[in-house]
């Protein structure tokens, strides 16, 4: 008998602490590569080129970068966008580059309606996107 109150008990304590309304103390980290870093410390031509290598490894085509930048933070992903040009056509990418040193990149066409931030550039790195003469 003393078993058997014992055991509704417990169930009655387990039932109530599954409606316990304190929030979870959550703590966030954030985990970042010394690529994601790097990339923030370039000069546009360098930048350019590194965009530039990102896109080509992933399949597409970029002739000329005629202009880049920083996107902003997406979750774990520092996104970034390039504008190329061969001389008669014009494509902005997104580059997502991540902990884990690698990228991901998306035409900006495809990314209205994606969840994802719109391809506009917050923060353009110093210098120019063509190489001194």
Not at 95 to 106: K, T
């Amino acid at each position: 008998m003393l078993a058997k109150r014992s055991i509704g008990l417990l169930a009655a304590l387990a039932v109530s602490a599954c409606n316990d309304t304190q929030p979870a103390n959550h703590q966030t980290i954030k985990v970042r590569a010394d690529e994601q870093e790097q990339l923030h410390k370039l000069d546009a031509f360098n930048l350019a080129i590194g965009l530039k290598r990102a896109i080509f490894n992933a399949g597409y085509t970029c002739g000329r970068v005629t202009d880049a930048g920083f996107v902003g933070a997406w979750k774990n992903l520092d996104m970034w966008m390039a504008r190329c040009t061969d001389g008669k056509s014009t494509r902005d990418w997104a580059i997502f580059a991540g902990p884990d040193g690698g990228a991901q990149v998306r035409d900006c066409r495809d990314v209205p309606g994606s969840g994802l931030p719109d391809c506009a550039i917050k923060q353009r790195p110093k210098g120019s996107f063509t190489a001194a003469k």
